[in-house]
């Protein structure tokens, strides 16, 4: 089921077909610097099944970024509910695969979720939980019209959080 459309992208639901292509960019080294450890194809089912969950949960989630030419997909990006400081905040998040790098996919992506966000869920503000070492998606957040509002612990480590009100 097709959530959004962008230029280059279309952002589905999930499908079983999926996980393998899911599982490329989850176990890349490269793809996975900035998060605990590359993902192993166990970890990478539950990561699809905690997406379906959220489809279910909040009609959110991350969704597969299909590429509108090729029909491959070649990351992922969408609306993940966060918990943070004891407050549950909306956060966009984007993933692609980094031979996709470089060529603002992300920052489409990223820009269709936010404009979907704010007409369809009800919240005034839209977060992006960022390691600080990752420049390319702070840059992301920033092309998106966030900013930088503070340094928080989440997850066992410092993230930077980027904020973006409706008004």
């Known amino acids: 089921m097709t959530i959004l459309e962008t230029e ?3 952002l589905r639901l999930f499908q ?3 996980i393998s292509t899911l599982y490329e960019i989850l176990s890349s080294k490269e793809v996975m610097k900035y998060y605990e450890k590359p993902l192993s194809l166990e970890e990478t ?3 699809y099944e905690r997406s379906l969950k959220r489809y279910a949960d909040y009609k959110g989630g991350l969704w597969a970024a299909v590429e509108r030419s090729s029909g491959k997909m070649i990351g992922q990006a969408g609306l993940v509910m966060q918990e943070v400081e004891n407050q549950q905040d909306l956060e966009v998040g984007y993933m692609f695969h980094n031979k996709w790098w470089g060529k603002g996919l ?3 992506a990223a820009l269709a979720c936010r404009d979907y966000a704010f007409k369809n869920f009800s919240v005034d503000r839209l ?3 960022i390691d600080p070492r990752n420049g390319a998606s702070a ?3 920033g092309n998106i019209g966030m ?3 503070k340094a928080i612990n989440k997850w066992n480590k410092t993230l ?3 904020m973006i009100s409706s008004n």
Do not use: G, N, S
Request: charged share 25%; net charge negative; no cysteine.
């Open 139 to 141: 840059k992301v957040a």
């Open 106 to 108: 992300a920052t489409e």
């Open 160 to 162: 930077h959080l980027y």
């Open 8 to 10: 280059r992208l279309i």
């Open 16 to 18: 079983p077909e999926d």
């Open 127 to 129: 977060i992006a939980l």
């Open 45 to 47: 089912q539950q990561w």
């Open 147 to 149: 900013h930088y509002e």
